[in-house]
């Protein structure tokens, strides 16, 4: 909508922002950088600050910068500022404005200063449909035109409060047809009621179904075009299945029926917003802990104990018998035949990294005549990757399937042809995780390496591995996203390069320089929407859409 236009040249005024102390405007400025739509804007008219922390911006950029209509009534102290249907009515001395006649409260409204009348930046661009985007660290506004649904969650140029602007439902995606953009994809958890749904909304539909639209609509705002939703968190489900049990995250009891599908309530609003939904499942692992005490009665751990198998304090369904394997292939077609989702996702809980008491089974199982536990182990994860992708592509060949292994498959010094990394453990070694075998052979249709480390990360630096990963896809055919560790910033037990969430960007801006990547995933998302640190939605709302 062209009205926008004219309000981003109000941010182009944010140029100088004096600091206020004691109420009082001090001398000292701060260069602000502007851009609107990606554009540099300049401006000769310093903003200020206000005690109550309000951006004002003279109101003359907006006739001069956007095209909108600006009259001064000096009589009345009024400014009327009308772009297409919207209208605004702000008075000096008011604590309302009138939107279309509608009456607003304002913290401060129109100012007159060194002879120009001043109007509050956020207040105005909001309700003529722009974002904002302010970064703290650059001292940078970016300015957008065409954003649809505001960025709740953004660090904000200080503003004032704004009346609800009605979202504009978007064109649904077609389910498994990709767009052609890059993935920008987030992973929400729902093991241990992490992402959602929250722990408070227990049995409480209404509340869940608010918080996911709510998350939904922040990623969106910020540039995503795809979610990783968990549906099977331990063996479990969040959706109708007659195999496994319902997940406790939804009612606080494994195995009771919340009331709805969530699943089918997801996809449609992941669609109604153009984003891909892309079911999200743990293959083995079976509990997050080691107790079956409040397990359903039809939890896999209780129906089928012979598939079970106690490490690091969990319970696995042991990858080597083929019975199990096919359990899960059939709870994985249960959600690809009932319901329209974009994309099956695995992540990386295959066989754990420690001991793993599975003696009986290679006896029992190991028909080839392997003679090495590792390779046979890794052929019982090949195995698995294979048909779950045959039987998949054979329902639905559209559907998206795709693995988010652990981030090194081998060290060169086990393997020359390794990655430059000396990490602790590897997924060819470890997990059993062969991924250079599923994407040789084409079993995957996409590859998303969790690369879960910092640029200056000696063992396992992420621009080393992010250049192993692109050679091994070449020519290939299977995409390549990386996965990013959005939930490392600012976190209190991690190192300076984390405290900041430039780390994040630069290995975006490293991601840019080669064409095999086709995006990025980032781990987590209310590490991105809500607990935001050094306003990283921010950030990302800038890079995504500039």
Same mark, same amino acid.
């Given at each position: ?38 554009? *540099?804007?300049?401006?000769? /008219? ?14 003359? /950029? ?6 909108? *209509? ?39 409204? /129109? ?63 077609v389910p498994g047809i990709k767009t052609g953009k890059a993935m920008k994809g987030a992973w929400i958890s729902t093991v241990f009621n992490l992402d959602w749904p929250s722990a408070s909304s227990a049995g409480d539909e209404t509340k869940q179904k608010k918080e996911f639209d709510s998350m939904l609509d922040k990623l969106q705002a910020i540039g995503y075009n795809a979610v990783f939703v968990q549906v099977r968190p331990s063996a479990d489900s969040l959706y109708s299945s007659q195999l496994v049990p319902w997940s406790k995250v939804l009612t606080g009891t494994q195995g009771k029926d919340p009331g709805y ?28 802990? *080691? ?57 990386? #809980?295959? #066989? ?30 090949? !195995? ?9 592509? !054979? ?32 997924? #060819?070694?470890?997990?059993? *995780? ?37 050679? !091994?896809?070449?020519?290939?055919? /299977? ?7 959005a939930y490392k910033v600012g976190a209190s037990d991690q190192k300076a390069e984390w405290q900041s969430g430039e780390q994040i960007i630069n290995q975006l801006k490293y991601n840019d320089k080669y064409a095999e990547v086709e995006g990025s995933i980032m781990f987590r998302a209310n590490d991105i929407v809500v607990r ?15």
């Open positions: 909508m062209n009205y926008r236009k004219w309000m981003l040249g109000l941010l182009v005024f944010v140029l100088c922002l004096p600091i206020w102390s004691t109420g009082a405007q001090a001398a000292a400025a701060v260069r602000i950088t502007i851009e609107l739509d990606g554009t *540099a804007v300049n401006s000769d /008219v310093p903003p200020y600050i206000t005690p109550s922390n309000v951006t004002m911006v003279p109101v003359g /950029v907006i006739s001069q910068g956007l095209g909108a *209509a600006v009259q001064w009534d000096q009589a009345s102290r009024t400014a009327t500022i009308s772009k297409g249907d919207t209208v605004l009515k702000l008075t000096n001395g008011r604590t309302t404005a009138l939107v279309n006649s509608a009456s607003v409260r304002l913290d401060t409204s /129109v100012q007159i200063s060194r002879g120009r009348v001043m109007v509050p930046l956020r207040f105005v661009s909001e309700q003529l449909g722009l974002q904002v985007v302010w970064n703290q660290a650059a001292k940078h506004i970016a300015l957008y035109s065409n954003i649809e649904i505001k960025d709740p969650s953004a660090p904000a140029v200080p503003a004032l409060p704004a009346v609800p602007t009605p979202s504009v439902p978007s064109v649904p995606s599908d969530p699943l089918e309530y997801m996809v449609s609003a992941a669609h109604q917003r153009g984003l891909e939904f892309h079911a999200w499942f743990n293959p083995f692992r079976a509990t997050t802990d *080691a107790s079956t005490a409040n397990l359903a009665g039809n939890h896999v751990a209780k129906a089928h104990p012979e598939w079970i198998v106690k490490a690091e304090n969990k319970l696995y369904i042991n990858p080597g018998i083929p019975e199990a394997r096919q359990h899960i292939i059939d709870t994985v077609m249960e959600v690809v035949r009932g319901y329209e989702i974009d994309g099956v996702h695995l992540d990386d #809980y295959f #066989y754990p990294s420690g001991s793993f008491a599975d003696d009986a089974a290679y006896k029992t199982y190991n028909t080839n005549g392997i003679t090495s536990k590792g390779d046979w182990r890794r052929d019982n994860i090949n !195995e698995f990757i294979r048909q779950l992708g045959e039987e998949i592509h !054979e329902i639905k060949p559209k559907v998206s399937y795709g693995v988010s292994p652990f981030g090194v498959w081998r060290n060169k010094k086990a393997d020359s042809t390794g990655s430059d990394t000396t990490a602790g453990v590897s997924a #060819y070694d470890d997990m059993y *995780a062969d991924t250079r075998t599923w994407i040789k052979e084409g079993w995957i249709d996409y590859i998303a390496p969790q690369i879960y480390w910092s640029l200056s990360f000696g063992a396992a630096r992420y621009d080393k591995l992010v250049d192993w990963w692109v050679k !091994e896809v070449q020519g290939s055919g /299977v995409d390549l996203y990386i996965g990013l560790a935001n640190p050094f306003g990283l939605a921010g950030l990302l709302t800038f890079y995504f859409k500039s």
